[in-house]
């Protein structure tokens, strides 16, 4: 049995529900990635800026490696980095798969 390897991307405004999408996968068991510094409040940090594009890049590397793709889009959220991540994700052909969607459909909003 091959174990499936998940990324799984969203704002870290939904830290909770990052971990609770984590815990539902380990108990399917599957290899987590999360975004990076979950457990630091980085933007809150004045050298943030300065990591910002290292962090996303990083993110988009886990997704290179995952099998698919679980985006936490808590009331259809989707913020301008994690929109690029479905972007990448999509280019190279990643299974996605959302925490919300509308009549079927995955939410996809920017707000």
Not at 6 to 28: D, M, N, T, W
Request: charge should be negative; hydrophobic fraction near 35%; proline fraction near 2%.
């Amino acid at each position: 049995m091959k174990t499936e390897i998940v990324c799984i991307c969203g704002s870290l405004r939904f830290r909770k529900e990052i971990g609770e999408a984590e815990l539902h996968f380990v108990k399917q068991k599957c290899i987590v990635l999360t975004p990076c510094c979950m457990y630091v409040d980085a933007q809150r940090t004045d050298s943030f800026m300065e990591y910002k594009e290292l962090f996303d890049e990083i993110h988009k590397r886990k997704i290179d490696i995952c099998d698919f793709v679980f985006v936490v889009n808590r009331m259809g959220y989707v913020g301008e980095s994690t929109k690029s991540e479905i972007d990448y994700a999509e280019s190279i052909g990643k299974p996605i798969y959302f925490l919300e969607t509308e009549n079927g459909k995955a939410v996809k909003n920017e707000s």
